[in-house]
Nanobody, 115 residues
């Protein structure tokens, strides 16, 4: 059973930084994409950043230049370095993994940016 476990959320002032971590437990799984989504109150869940097993990185326009995704999909780990944080980055951040036939989600970690 795939479980994605996130850590690293918290409360930080605008302009600050946070680093989110995600690791899969329960074995080593063959994902082809891992990444991060977020959901702010009253809004739909949206893509933040993903990385493929081939190393391709994809970012939402709103985070380009501020966030960096990294990790080792073969080891089922992914990280999100978030710099120059803004109040509008406040959301629950979810780790995501895509296998060949299934999608997996973490429980989410709260990120709150104060102005």
């Amino acid at each position: 059973q795939v479980q994605l476990v996130e850590s690293g959320g918290g409360l930080v002032q605008a302009g600050g930084s946070l680093r989110l971590s995600c690791a899969a437990s329960g074995g080593i799984w063959s994902f082809n994409v891992m990444g991060w989504y977020r959901q702010a109150p009253g809004k739909q869940r949206e893509l933040v950043a993903t990385v493929s097993s081939g190393g391709n990185r994809n970012y939402a326009d709103s985070v380009k230049g501020r966030f960096t995704i990294s990790g080792d999909i073969a080891k089922n780990t992914v990280y999100l370095q978030m710099n120059s944080l803004k109040p509008e980055d406040t959301a629950v951040y979810y780790c995501y993994a895509r296998g060949f036939s299934s999608n997996y989600w973490g429980q989410g970690t709260q990120v709150t940016i104060s102005s």
